[in-house]
């Protein structure tokens, strides 16, 4: 089993900044592949970025490019995703999640096997 927590969700003016915190219990093959996902109210939860443990490769989904970075820290097992530039649109409840590696498509959620527990963002206009 693999725990995820969150942190570092928050309240901000639309073009601001946030940091999204990820903690990993442990990494294994079966968490190697770490990702971000947001769920808006009414939406589907949709993929933000992924990244791969063993290697650092990242995925981001087009309508973030150039404005999130998701970033490891291996010693710290620690996964964030750093916003730049939020969008009212974007308020959302974020989460973290950990599927098996390699990662393929790390923005697919059918890949994910262990969610964080979900942090909540807000941008207001």
């Known amino acids: 089993q693999v725990q995820l927590v969150e942190s570092g969700g928050g309240s901000v003016q639309a073009g601001g900044s946030l940091r999204l915190s990820c903690a990993a219990s442990?990494?294994?093959?079966?968490?190697?592949?770490m990702g971000w996902f947001r769920q808006a109210p009414g939406k589907e939860r949709e993929g933000v970025a992924g990244i791969s443990i063993y290697s650092g490769t990242t995925t981001h989904a087009d309508s973030v490019k150039g404005r999130f970075t998701i970033s490891q820290d291996n010693a710290k097992k620690m996964v964030y995703l750093q916003m730049n530039s939020l969008k009212p649109e974007e308020t959302a409840m974020y989460y973290c999640?950990?599927?098996?590696?390699?990662?393929?498509?790390?923005?697919?959620?059918?890949?994910?096997?262990?969610w964080g527990q979900g942090n909540q963002v807000t941008v207001s206009s």
């Open positions: 999640a950990a599927g098996p590696s390699p990662c393929g498509n790390s923005l697919r959620i059918d890949r994910y096997a262990y």
């Open positions: 442990r990494v294994t093959a079966n968490s190697a592949c």
